[in-house]
């Protein structure tokens, strides 16, 4: 069997177990309903300890050598599907209505955006690794600096090579390609990047060409190439840097959506009876 | 025009074995036996005898208790007693003896501990409590390694004492395989080396000594061979005997591939097709069942201008029997239908056509037979499309075979692929082997691509681990119980020489640390000390290699690309 075919069953598998124990779940929450039982308590309970094991995952990270704690694939199958079913807890628990307390009403958009980022990190995490194998250069993440600055290095000795020959490379290194080097790209750049700002330039140097003498041939060919490498860093850092800033704010939030919901949780224990 | 660049064209005796062979030593080798018997002019003048004495051999003096060689080493050379004795071991001797690794699982709490105990520097070592079975000595420019209290280690009952005059090592020097005893040096003896490519020219040129060798091929290794092939499993005993003295032994490509490979990286791949040395070419009469003994073949097919691959062939596999029962089964004449080539050194076994039909073919079940050749022509006229996928038993297409061939990964049996599709770049796999070797990575998460498949820089733990060929020590050898290939860092005497002959770039000297991070240094010469590093397959570590099970994403995993039905799984 293929890896394929055998990660689409290890899909439908996973979907239909999870699709069965949140039923289980919901069908007890609303049995205890319909006989009158105090269910919050229950579905707070579920939800709490799935917040917890979700959690768990990035203690499982801090301690790879521990091999007793199962591999990363299955803690993340498991954080994915026990993610999924929360939300229809959750659901249950605030009774499909609109939290109205200042805590109640926090900790929900708390649990949101931790599960809107969940499910926003699970489609980059899915759709970004394939649009870095299209891009041809392969680069870590930490070493794009260096690599950037030693770009910029080669095209500043490739341009200074022709500055006293000519003076039109001079003026549109100074001009065009030196701020493409060396200054960081933009914010929009980095939210949505694109290759507009890379294909112009390469346009301006092939009209640039022209302005050349003929001991200067292949002097664009070189800058175009280095202007389409330095574009390529510049999207694997935007794109790298968002599934590792994406996990920063993930795990940041949901160590506060931790810390609040138990406060939700003791409190609710707490006034169990209600004021007296 | 720019007149050319002048170069003296280098020789094959540029790089003596050692360069302290010097004419007395050579006039002393002539004066005994097998080189006094031979015929000098046999040898003519572009590789004389002397020439291969003096460059090609090397004479070393060994102490009592001294490994002379390792039972699992991967060894390139022959040796012949000049004077005293040594002693064979018959049972194979422990790892820490010897100077290997001896890798003992981290128990549960060991594994815990890894979180606090972990240096803060890179490259740490503890060198205070060495416990070892084995002692390690500098003298005349080498490494020597000894076992402590022979007779204790390697009883008188369950050894073999080998006399001046006698010769060693020799099938293992052309047959790249595995020395199959350790030998240490029983008092003091002076013992002559002949490294392989002497070794081949002196068989070529002196009847006596290969027949000699071809002698004890034919009595300790060839009939075991024949009867481990799948084919011939039904074949009596007497039938196996006729076969094994009908059959070549023949060698094909340079044994010292990983020396040229990079170099040869850089040539074209029509004419690197075109430079592998052909065992059997596509149109000629198949004149024998070719069984692979050792190393990879390429089996391609005229395409356009140059050579497809249509797949490859490794150790234990077989050419030419479909072609060979058509013939038989038919009365045709169908030649050889793809080509087969040696991909760096290869070693085979020939068993001519008349010996296949008269022994083989009547005397196997007839389920064995494969099934008959297509008429002629219709291989050639299959569209182009059908020649890019699966054929001949190949599971994968035939550029992912080209790339897996041209870089030879085909040797890899723990490769780490990466799927780039699924990678999200997190280096949880870096951190996990980092944590797990004390703070220190041993692998490069950068590799060569193909498609989304990437092959990181990590061991691979080859089928032909050209690393362990030459080291001084013994430090790296084969785990015989898991195919690990490992390190002990304990007897690695930082030479290098694993790390230059890897030819993947696999293995890392570094300098070592003590635990405040200081450099160690040696005491006489004052240099940093080097070790050489590398995967481990983190075979101290329960429950396999950290970098697998920290993938969260199913994208990387350790996988034996020698293995069809492993690439079928992940490429198919």
Known sequence: ?276 | MNSPLKLEKPQRWDTPFDERMDDRAVNELLQIDPFASMDEQAFGTNVPLRGLLKNDCRITNYQDGEIVIREGDYGNSAFLILSGELLVSLDSLPANILGRATPKKKNFFQTLAQGWTNSKHSEVRNYSDQNSDCRISNAEDRARIFIQDVPRVITADRSETLQTGEFFGELAALTRSPRTATVVSKGNARVLEVRWQGLRDLMKRDSALKNHIDQIYREFSLKSHLRETDLLQSLSEDQIEKIAAETCLETFGNFDWQVQFKAAQKKDIRQRIHDEPVIAERGEYPNGLILIRNGFCRLSRPYGNGHQTISYLGKGETFGFRELAHNWQTGQQRNWSLSLRAVGYVDILRIPTFAVEQFVFPNIPSSKLPALLPAAGTISARSSDQQKKKRRGSPVNSDLLEFLMDHRFINGTQAMMIDMNRCTRCDDCVRACASTHDNNPRFVRQGKQHDNFMIAGACMHCVDPVCMIGCPTGAIGRDQNTGYVTINDNTCIGCSTCANSCPYQNIRMVNVRDSKGNPMVDTHSGEPIAKATKCDLCSDQQGGPACQRACPHDALYRIDLSDSEQLEKWFG
């Open chain 1, 1 to 276: 069997m293929t890896r394929q075919r055998q990660l689409k069953i290890r899909l439908i598998c996973s979907l239909a177990l999870t699709s069965v124990v949140t039923a289980c779940l919901v069908g007890l929450i609303l049995w205890q309903r319909a006989n009158l039982q105090n269910a919050t308590y229950t579905s707070g309970a579920i939800l709490l300890a799935c917040l917890f094991f979700l959690a768990g995952y990035s203690l499982r990270k801090k301690i790879p050598f521990a091999s007793f704690a199962g591999p990363s694939r299955f803690w993340m199958q498991l954080h994915i599907y026990v993610g999924l079913s929360t939300f229809l807890i959750f659901a249950v628990h605030i009774g499909f209505r609109i939290p109205d307390g200042i805590l109640e009403s926090t900790l929900a958009i708390l649990y949101l955006i931790v599960a809107s980022s969940g499910i926003y990190g699970l489609y980059i995490t899915r759709t970004i690794p394939k649009k870095l194998t299209h891009v041809n250069d392969e680069v870590i993440y930490e070493q794009i600096p260096v690599i950037r600055q030693q770009l910029a290095a080669q095209v500043h000795a490739l341009a200074s090579s022709a500055f006293g020959k000519s003076e039109t490379i001079a003026r549109f290194y100074v001009n065009r390609l030196s701020p493409f080097f060396e200054k960081p790209r933009a914010l929009a750049y980095i939210i949505r990047p694109t290759t507009r700002e890379s294909r112009k330039l390469q346009n301006e140097i092939n009209q640039l060409d022209r302005y050349l003498t003929s001991d200067q041939a292949g002097l664009s060919e070189k800058l175009i190439s280095m202007v389409q490498r330095k574009d390529n860093l510049d999207y694997h850092q935007a794109m790298q840097g968002r599934l590792k800033y994406w996990l920063f704010i993930h795990i940041g939030l949901t160590y506060s959506l931790l810390i609040i919901g138990v406060v939700h949780g003791v409190m609710a224990l707490a006034f169990h009876g209600g004021m007296r």
